[in-house]
């Protein structure tokens, strides 16, 4: 699986769009990007994937490059509630192991 | 309805003893997953189910970790003769069939200390 680096640390207000910056230059063509996060003592949490084309649900969207080196996970209004570490990962279709990294540790303050 | 569930929530045990823990997957999920997550690291894969059978038991660290699923539903993680490098936190996930477009949705974990 191809390998993803995220900063180790970000701050962002609260009520501010909070923009997490993800790198994979080594993504193939059958890899998706999917963004999980884990509360702090809880089971990490599903976000967003997508392949290639920009994803939106209600609780994220997701931005992926063109040349799909790089994404970008925006929570449009970030809360408290939203401190977490966020976790990038490329998943290979057809493959069920999620490969975590360390994440990016987001703290939301007020 | 309810998510994932593990018991127990924390095991303290002491070196070379046995453990199981165990796992209740969202009802009607046929894919299982369990991870490990050491202290500041991510979650790393151990071994996934597909009904009854072990997928893909890649991530087992060695033979002294083991894991059933034998009715397609619960399933429990043994090991044997623990080491103080077995304390992590263990996760388990189910998914509804697996594959791409099923999110993994994970239990709050159960904390293992070896003494």
Partial sequence: DAKTTQPPSMDCAEGRAANLPCNH???SGNEYVYWYRQIHSQGPQYIIHGLKNNETNEMASLIITEDRKSSTLILPHATLRDTAVYYCIVRKGGSE?????????LTVNP | GAGVSQTPS???????????????PISGHTALYWYRQSLGQGPEFLIYFQGTGAADDSGLPNDR???????????????????R????VYLC??????GVSNEQFFGPGTRLTVL
């Fill in chain 2, 10 to 24: 924390n095991k303290v045990t002491e070196k070379g003893k046995y453990v199981e823990l165990r796992c209740d």
């Fill in chain 2, 93 to 98: 996930a189910s998914s509804t069939q697996g």
């Fill in chain 1, 25 to 27: 230059s080594t993504i």
């Fill in chain 2, 65 to 83: 970790f083991f894991a059933v699923r034998p009715e397609g539903s619960v399933s429990t993680l043994k090991i044997q003769r623990t080491e």
């Fill in chain 1, 97 to 105: 192991k999620l490969v975590f990294g360390k994440g990016t540790k």
């Fill in chain 2, 85 to 88: 490098g077995d304390s992590a």
